[in-house]
């Protein structure tokens, strides 16, 4: 009975599992001072650094699941948080696109139009919009990919970044490590974005926690104890995944089957010996 326990609490509820760890409860606070408006005016916005696959956009959609849509009777739907990918093409008129798809909003020609005269214009409907739906955070996954855009259309999209800080929106946005340098050169982000760093896991008290968290929301009944043999295995899930969030929990995502299989609830060397690597 307790090999079926483990595989039934883990069937289909990995994508939503979360377990905190330093980093990311500091960041999640300053999200949520930034949103709830307890710092200067104009609040900064975000910029959050990190590896691939390091836990970046887990935090940001942690952080959409805290703060959910809600109905308010004078004000209908309101929609505290709104979520993004970087589009494909990271120009201005691209991003609002995506904000009116993702809202479900018919996109007017105005919105369309490439004329000049009316780029200010159509910024400040952009933020009457969202404005208007409640919106108090804008989360942007990936805008990395904007130093592949041409200078100006760079600085349209940054333009209304700006005018969205300005305007009482939180503006919270990830880029990859490898592409930092070449964002922070781009003077505006210096100048709008607080950065936050996601550095790779060592092995320490915070490293060892975390395994600890996860082993037990995964059901697992013996939790990892702080022996040789258990500093052991966790060095050695460290060292399969290099340090990176995401394949630690890629292993222990993957150890739990072969667990779950031969009635064993805790994860041990021979098992981690065994695990492919990721």
């Known amino acids: 009975t307790s090999s079926l326990h483990v595989a039934e609490c883990c069937e289909g509820s990995l994508d939503k599992l979360w377990v905190d760890y330093p980093a990311a409860t500091e960041i999640l606070g300053r999200m949520a001072g930034l949103q709830a408006g307890s710092v200067a005016s104009p609040a900064p916005g975000l910029l959050i650094v990190g590896e ?34 970087t589009p494909p093409v990271p120009t201005e008129q691209r991003l ?6 993702s809202l479900f909003i ?14 200010d214009i159509r910024r400040r409907a952009m933020v009457d919009i969202l ?28 333009e209304t970044l700006e005018l969205f800080l300005e ?12 592409e930092a340098d070449h964002l922070l ?11 936050r760093l996601l550095p790779r896991w060592k092995m320490d008290s915070a490293y060892i926690d975390f395994l600890g968290r996860w082993e037990r929301v995964m059901a697992m009944r013996q939790p990892l104890n ?9 060095e050695a899930v460290l060292k399969r995944a290099d340090g990176s969030l995401g394949r630690i929990v890629s292993l222990a995502e993957t150890v739990t ?9 805790a994860i041990d060397r021979e098992m981690v010996d065994a695990m492919p690597r990721v």
């Open 131 to 158: 404005k208007h739906i409640g919106l108090r955070t804008l989360l942007i996954d990936d805008l990395h990919d904007v130093v592949a855009s041409r200078h100006d259309k760079q600085a349209g999209l940054l």
């Open 96 to 101: 609002f696109e995506v904000i009116h798809e």
């Open 185 to 195: 050169r781009l003077a505006p982000i210096r100048r709008l974005f607080e950065i």
């Open 52 to 85: 691939a696959g390091n836990g970046k956009t887990s935090i940001l959609r942690r952080f959409l699941d805290l703060n959910p849509p809600y109905h308010d009777l004078e004000h209908g739907v309101v929609i505290l948080t709104l979520f993004l990918e």
């Open 257 to 265: 089957s072969p667990v779950a299989a031969t009635g064993r609830e």
């Open 226 to 234: 702080l022996n040789l043999t258990d500093l052991a295995v966790a």
């Open 106 to 119: 018919p996109i007017y020609a105005s919105f369309r139009s490439k004329r000049k005269d009316v780029d």
């Open 167 to 178: 305007r009482g929106i939180t503006v919270v946005v990830t880029a990859d490590a490898s």
